[in-house]
């Protein structure tokens, strides 16, 4: 009798993941870094079954429904390193592929986004996501004034502005945009809800965070041209925990490219008095390389009828 009760739980237990609308849960971090990559082929279905190379989706039509064939996403909530890599030959020129990396585990006070956005057919678009937060508490020592630079070097084909960009319909373009934030909390940590769609720490933290407050900020959807460098200058206060929120974006489509492999970094010049978070013992580590909830509900539902049709098997057996 146990059995049959167990097993109707688990069955139960596989619907509740698929039909819920449970909340998304959170996590409590000082650090993190995750990355996205998006590859789209902007053709419709009768563009595709014609051979057509022309795109007639994404700015070309204003329309991106059913246009994405491959998403990559790494996230590690509590530690300082994320990456992916996409594999889908649109997302692709000549040897390069289109990816993301971030790591804020080197020298103290210096975070590096290395990133490239490739296309090089005609109906493909592509962009590439890295995002990475650091922490740190200050003990009084050393000038309350700081300075941060942010710097970027890259090389890029039809690089235009991001208003041009969304209105430049089938023509090969690209664009960068660059985010770094400077902000403090009256705690070491806040809360962040880990999704698929993108959300900027900074953003997270003002809506969970404990006296939030926004010490230095720079923000440029048209970088048009590299290398770029921005000072950003913020005050320290004891008692506060800082957090650095450094943000890249590229976007590429219909044969143009970026290359930020060069390295975008961001560095604190003076650390004095500055100690920073440790990464966590036990980071929460998602990537969509593994089954998602759906996926896993879906699984667990096959596995439900799996055991119906034994059960029912059973029966037959047990009255003939």
């Known amino acids: 009798?146990?059995?049959?009760?167990?097993?109707?739980?688990?069955?139960?237990?596989?619907?509740?993941?698929?039909?819920?609308?449970?909340?998304?849960?959170?996590?409590?971090?000082?650090?993190?870094?995750?990355?996205?990559?998006?590859?789209?082929?902007?053709?419709?279905?009768?563009?595709?079954?014609?051979?057509?190379?022309?795109?007639?989706?994404?700015?070309?039509?204003?329309?991106?429904?059913?246009?994405?064939?491959?998403?990559?996403?790494?996230?590690?909530?509590?530690?300082?390193?994320?990456?992916?890599?996409?594999?889908?030959?649109?997302?692709?020129?000549?040897?390069?592929?289109?990816?993301?990396?971030?790591?804020?585990?080197?020298?103290?006070?210096?975070?590096?986004?290395?990133?490239?956005?490739?296309?090089?057919?005609?109906?493909?678009?592509?962009?590439?996501?890295?995002?990475?937060?650091?922490?740190?508490?200050?003990?009084?020592?050393?000038?309350?004034?700081?300075?941060?630079?942010?710097?970027?070097?890259f090389t890029a084909t039809g690089l235009i502005g991001k208003s041009l960009f969304d209105t430049s319909g089938d023509t090969a373009a690209s664009f960068v945009t660059g985010t770094v934030r400077v902000f403090s909390l009256l705690t070491a940590s806040f809360d962040v809800t880990p999704s698929a769609e993108f959300q900027n720490f900074s953003d997270q933290a003002f809506l969970t965070g404990t006296g939030y407050q926004l010490e230095a900020s720079f923000d440029s959807a048209d970088v048009l041209g590299s290398p770029l460098s921005n000072n950003l200058n913020f005050n320290l206060q004891t008692g506060r925990y800082y957090f650095i929120d450094s943000y890249l974006g590229l976007w590429a489509k219909f044969g143009a490219s970026i290359d930020a492999t060069h390295t975008f970094t961001t560095t604190i010049g003076d650390m004095t008095g500055l100690t920073a978070a440790s990464p966590s013992d036990q980071p929460l580590e998602i990537t969509n390389k593994v089954p998602e909830p759906a996926s896993m509900a879906l699984s667990l539902l096959g596995l439900c009828s799996l055991i119906a049709v034994s059960r029912r098997r059973k029966g037959s057996d047990t009255s003939s």
């Not at 009760?5 to 409590?28: E, H």
């Not at 007639?56 to 329309?63: F, H, N, P, Q």
């Not at 059913?66 to 509590?78: C, F, I, M, Q, R």
């Open 1 to 153: 009798m146990a059995q049959p009760i167990v097993s109707r739980l688990f069955c139960a237990v596989a619907g509740f993941l698929i039909f819920s609308n449970a909340p998304a849960f959170a996590i409590t971090v000082s650090n993190a870094a995750h990355t996205f990559s998006f590859v789209r082929d902007c053709r419709s279905a009768a563009s595709r079954a014609l051979g057509s190379t022309v795109p007639d989706k994404c700015e070309a039509s204003g329309d991106f429904s059913s246009t994405k064939v491959e998403e990559t996403y790494d996230g590690n909530y509590g530690g300082l390193v994320a990456s992916n890599l996409t594999t889908s030959t649109l997302a692709s020129s000549g040897t390069d592929q289109t990816r993301s990396y971030v790591d804020a585990s080197g020298a103290l006070g210096v975070l590096t986004i290395k990133q490239g956005a490739f296309t090089s057919l005609p109906y493909a678009r592509v962009s590439s996501h890295s995002e990475a937060l650091q922490s740190y508490s200050w003990d009084g020592l050393g000038s309350s004034n700081r300075t941060l630079n942010a710097a970027i070097n």
